[in-house]
């Protein structure tokens, strides 16, 4: 296959393989690039695979950084842009189930495509845009599946991790998984345990994020590889009843945390300490339960004006996004009017300080802090004006 418009982005690059090349060595544009540009989509990361050692390519260019030198990757900056480029090489076993103990230069490009995850991730091409598909990735592609390089078995074994980004891939793309990528993905679902919950959770949250996450919740259900995911035990009907719902991709990490909390039926404290096990951060934490709680309550009716300001303007969408999943109406253009038409939108709208109740008798200490947080309350609810005057004439009542 010959790519005849490149994007802009490998354009650019060119001059680095035109560089490598004239020194004698191979040069391509390697992995999800390659795939994402045949299949017509937007393309971020750049990478290139080449026969140059490492020591070359820093000879061959004046500004590199070794990023990752003893896996033969080195970021080379002299074109405006870094490049990540990596040695051809070949790995030995896989003793954690996710980095090789050793890997080795070679000069072969089939080497190298040869222990990459799924064919359609293992083309490469020329800074030409001529395609190279050494293992039918060009048909699985057309085909619209994803398909392990060689021994499927062999590939989950030496990264476990793969196994979700299968899932992932299917979610993201729209593609079937061949049904030997399934069997062996089954076979060895439960290393996926041995895989840092980081790692997981990137991958988690792409499938939740991508066109079709029904198709990559399903593989999930079919293989069991949720059953090595924090915090899913026991969750295999909530999980099935999800993936009947979830057509479409979820909005960001917020919605699908709060999803799955809702899903499964976690109180309070246990989100908490669910997320706590995902090890998402403080601020999705604090999101998420925000989200599930206004989610919860949209199920049955709107929201009022207080649980609207609680829930927060930049969450409130959603919340809404979360309880259509789940089964609620739309209630976008409702919640929308509604927010706009709050009195204020966050606590240091309200037209009163502590240091005005202060000054006007009000002792320091638990008391002050109650009638502020009761007045923030009544001016949301509109029992109260937001104005100074109104405030303090109404914090008297409440002294």
Not at 25 to 52: N, P, Q
Not at 212 to 231: D, E, S, V
């Amino acid at each position: 296959m010959q790519l005849e418009h490149l994007p802009r982005d490998f354009e650019l690059a060119r001059p680095v393989l035109q560089t490598i090349e004239q020194a004698g060595f191979e040069a391509y544009f390697v992995g999800g690039s390659v795939r994402d540009t045949i299949l017509g989509k937007k393309i971020h990361d750049v990478d290139i695979a080449t026969s140059a050692y490492p020591d070359d390519i820093k000879h061959l260019f004046k500004r590199t950084v070794d990023t990752g030198i003893d896996h033969g990757t080195v970021m080379i900056l002299d074109h405006g842009t870094g490049y990540e480029t990596t040695t051809f090489r070949s790995e030995s076993t896989y003793t954690d189930f996710r980095r090789p103990d050793h890997v080795t230069f070679v000069r072969s490009l089939r080497e190298d495509l040869k222990r990459r995850d799924f064919t359609i991730n293992a083309l490469a091409m020329r800074e030409n845009g001529e395609v190279i598909d050494l293992f039918d990735g060009l048909a699985d592609l057309k085909n619209r599946q994803i398909r392990a390089v060689g021994d499927p078995q062999e590939r989950f074994h030496e990264d476990a991790l793969r196994m979700m980004r299968a899932v992932r891939f299917a979610s993201q793309l729209d593609f079937d998984i061949v049904p030997a990528t399934l069997t062996a993905m089954a076979d060895h679902a439960n290393l996926l345990a041995k895989i840092a919950v980081e790692r997981t959770q990137v991958e988690l949250l792409k499938l939740f994020t991508g066109q079709t996450p029904q198709r990559g919740l399903n593989a999930m259900l079919k293989t069991q590889l949720w059953r090595y995911c924090p915090g899913f035990d026991h969750q295999e009907a909530a999980l099935t009843h999800l993936a009947q719902r979830l057509t479409t991709g979820v909005s960001g990490e917020v919605a699908a945390w709060a999803l799955l909390s809702l899903s499964f039926g976690l109180d309070h404290e246990q989100t908490t300490q669910f997320l706590k096990h995902w090890k998402t951060s403080n601020q999705v934490a604090t999101d998420v339960q925000a989200v599930a709680v206004a989610a919860q309550a949209l199920m049955t009716q709107p929201l009022d004006a207080w649980q609207l300001y609680r829930c927060g303007a930049n969450r409130v969408p959603i919340a809404n996004e979360v309880a259509v999943i789940l089964g609620a109406p739309d209630r976008a253009k409702q919640l929308t009017e509604a927010i706009a038409a709050l009195p204020i939108q966050q606590k240091r709208d309200v037209a009163l300080t502590g240091k005005d109740l202060m000054q006007a008798g009000v002792q320091p200490g638990p008391q002050l802090g109650q009638i502020l947080a009761t007045l923030e309350r009544q001016v949301v609810m509109g029992v109260v004006a937001n104005d100074r005057e109104a405030l303090l004439a109404q914090a008297q009542t409440l002294n």
